[in-house]
Structure formats: structure tokens, C-alpha cells
């Protein structure tokens, strides 16, 4: 039985989780989950035991002294409840963990439990994938849902892919199989500049998740961090002819699989933002519509470690014809919910390179929608 001592009587909330790992490149899904209980202040209410899920030779402890006491941080899942005020109030409950090592099945029916109690209306499990998608161009985020009802009134995709899976996949279809709405949403990471943090992708995924669940979502200094980082990877890439011309070739397949979408749809959607944005007053590094477009992060400004294929170790990516770099990319249309993000590529690690999973529904982080085929280890 869960007990939830303390816990008042959420309003129409909604479970939005995200777990560090295979399913998170360049850490942008669980950066989002901690940015959101960092601008609202979350409390945290739970934690699961770390004994039952978690291989401590993989995930080590952490020791730290306080007030000259030695401590341990053992790792775990927290989940933290959120109160958001405003005209249309609605409350948010955060997942936030490393991935299992173990006992998946009673990690997701443990994650469940606590969503009954407190009467969760709708599951959202971020996640990130390596894929072909050009640093310059706003980044591509599919959502995905297993449930056919809530692709169609949600307009999201319904996820068809076959293959290897982690943590979001599998308690996406535990959400499904308990009769529980779940849905993922996925932000492909380019994979030539695959190391963390990416505040570009945790920017894209926020904005569709605002537009998912129709509350506004603080940005602080985010969108700022996103201009810094792309900046940092143009001065990188400008380095290296191989590089700059690798990705040019992404993004010629980029514009010419997304000439379509340059039309009304995307623009009323983007509209839409600037609205919300506007009514709410957005402060410093809030821009009144997406602030996706830019790159971010002032650790951007690293050295060239940033353009490395993790794939085989690779500085530079192997060159690509435009023709081929269209293909991939107009092949896949981002990760699905409940696996592996990509039709062959784990979404934080590696790189065997293939077509992503399928998931027409994508949107970038700002507007445009666009498609990446991911690359990484299985």
C-alpha cells in the first residue's frame, strides 16, 4: 500500500517523467524534468528503493561530507509533486531517476501505483535519441502514444516500432496496458555533437510539452543557454572543413524534407506560443514565441569534444551526399514511445547508425516539424 501523508488533492495532474541514460542523449529529457522542479519549486515526496532497481557496480553511490559528516547519496527515483497556479490551474507530479538495472516490470507497476493514488489524468515520458539532424536548424520532437484514441484526438502518432527498448518504452506500454493515457514525447540530439548538456533539446522538449498539456512553462535563462551553445558549436564546426561541410549536407536534406511544413500549420502553431508567451509576460530569456531556433549553453563553448561520432570514436563525421543525408532523414520521423527512439540507435548512447522509429507526428522545438534518422549503440 502507498501511503502519501502530505500530499494535498492534486488538480487534474499530470505525470511527467524522465530517466538518465540510454534514453536520454545529451541529457536533454531529465535536464527538462529537473528544470521544471527547479522554476516551480517541486517537493519531493517519494523516492523508490534504490536496493530493488539499481546495480550499484553500475550506478555507484555517491559520498559527499556535510557539515563534516559523511554522507551518501544513493541512486534512485524521486518523484516530487508541483503546485501551478494561474486562470487554468493544474499540477504536475515529476519522475526523475537513472534507468533500472533491474526488475522493470515492478519498477513501472511501482511508478503506477503512485500515479493511481494520486489520480494522474495523463502520463508524459520524455525522452532524446542520437539522430542525422543539423545543429542549425531547430530540433526535431515526435510525439508518440500507444493508444490509437488519444493519437487521434491528440494528434500524435501512433507508435508502430519493432525493436530494442528501455525504460520509456516499456513503462509507456505498462501506462497503456493499465489503462493509463501515456505518451512520449522525443528529441533528436545530433549525434557529431552528442555530449551533455544540450539546452537546445531540453528547450524543444519543453515547448512541446507546454503545448501538450496547455500550462506555461517558465524558461529562466534557457532559451539564452541555447543561443550560447549553438554558438559554440558553429565556432567548432567552422573549424573544421569536414565537419562544416557534413553539416551543411544535413541541413540541404533537412530544408528539402521540411519545404511542406513551411506553411499554415506550423505558423499558427507558432502563433499560438506567441500568444501564450505574450498574455503571460514572459521575463529575461523567455522570448514571446519558441526560442528554439538558436543553440544554447555556455558549456557549448567546450573544446572539440563536442564534435565526436560516439559511434566509433570518430572527431569528425564520415562524409554524407546530400542525397543520401535526405534519405535518412526523410525516412524517419523521430523516436516512439515506448522504445528505442530510433530504428537502430539508442537515444543516449552509441551509434549504429539506421532509420529512426517511426512517428509522424514530429515538431520541432519552436515550429517547423522535421525528421532525423537516430544513430546510436543498441
Not at 503546485?83 to 503506477?112: A, H, Q, Y
Not at 548512447?349 to 519552436?366: C, L, Q
Request: charged share 25%; proline share 8%; net charge negative.
Amino acid at each position: 500500500m502507498i501511503e502519501l501523508e502530505g500530499v494535498p488533492e492534486l488538480i487534474d495532474p499530470v505525470m511527467v517523467a524522465a530517466f538518465e541514460g540510454w534514453n536520454d542523449a545529451g541529457d536533454a529529457a531529465s535536464t527538462a524534468v529537473g528544470h521544471l522542479d527547479r522554476e516551480w519549486k517541486g517537493e519531493v515526496f517519494a523516492a523508490l528503493d534504490a536496493e530493488d532497481y539499481y546495480d550499484f557496480q553500475v550506478n555507484r553511490p555517491n559520498v559527499f561530507v556535510e557539515g563534516g559528516v559523511r554522507k551518501i547519496t544513493w541512486p534512485t527515483t524521486r518523484l516530487s509533486v508541483i503546485r501551478v497556479t494561474g486562470p487554468k490551474p493544474r499540477d504536475l507530479v515529476l519522475v526523475r531517476g537513472m534507468e533500472p538495472s533491474m526488475r522493470w516490470r515492478s519498477f513501472c507497476n511501482e511508478i503506477l501505483g503512485f500515479a493511481h493514488e494520486l489520480g494522474v489524468e495523463m502520463v508524459v515520458i520524455l525522452g532524446a535519441l542520437l539522430g542525422d539532424t543539423p545543429h542549425t536548424r531547430p530540433v526535431p520532437v515526435s510525439g508518440v502514444t500507444s493508444d490509437p484514441d488519444l493519437a487521434r484526438t491528440m494528434d500524435l502518432e501512433e507508435t508502430r516500432y519493432e525493436g530494442p527498448t528501455g525504460i520509456v518504452g516499456i513503462l509507456q506500454e505498462a501506462c497503456t496496458h493499465a489503462g493509463v493515457p501515456a505518451v512520449s514525447l522525443w528529441a533528436a540530439v545530433p549525434h557529431y555533437v552528442s555530449q551533455p548538456p544540450n539546452p537546445k533539446a531540453t528547450l524543444a522538449l519543453l515547448n512541446r510539452l507546454e503545448d501538450l498539456i496547455g500550462l506555461r512553462i517558465p524558461l529562466g535563462e534557457l532559451a539564452e543557454d541555447a543561443r550560447a551553445w549553438q554558438l559554440g558549436v558553429d565556432q567548432l564546426a567552422a573549424e573544421d572543413s569536414e565537419v562544416a561541410e557534413y553539416v551543411q549536407s544535413l541541413e540541404e536534406a533537412r530544408d528539402t524534407a521540411e519545404l511542406p511544413e513551411a506553411s499554415g500549420e506550423a505558423i499558427a502553431r507558432e502563433f499560438e506560443r506567441y500568444l501564450r508567451r505574450r498574455d503571460g509576460q514572459p521575463g529575461p530569456g523567455q522570448p514571446g514565441g519558441h526560442a528554439t531556433g538558436s543553440g544554447s549553453g555556455a558549456d557549448g563553448r567546450e573544446s572539440g569534444s563536442y564534435l565526436r561520432d560516439s559511434a566509433g570514436g570518430r572527431t569528425r563525421p564520415p562524409k554524407a551526399s546530400a542525397k543520401g543525408d535526405a534519405e535518412e532523414t526523410d525516412s524517419g520521423a523521430g523516436p516512439d514511445p515506448g522504445n528505442r527512439p530510433d530504428s537502430g540507435s539508442a537515444p543516449g548512447s552509441g551509434s549504429d547508425s539506421g532509420s529512426a522509429p517511426d512517428s509522424g507526428s514530429t515538431s520541432d522545438s519552436g515550429s517547423d516539424t522535421g525528421s532525423g534518422s537516430g544513430s546510436g549503440d543498441e
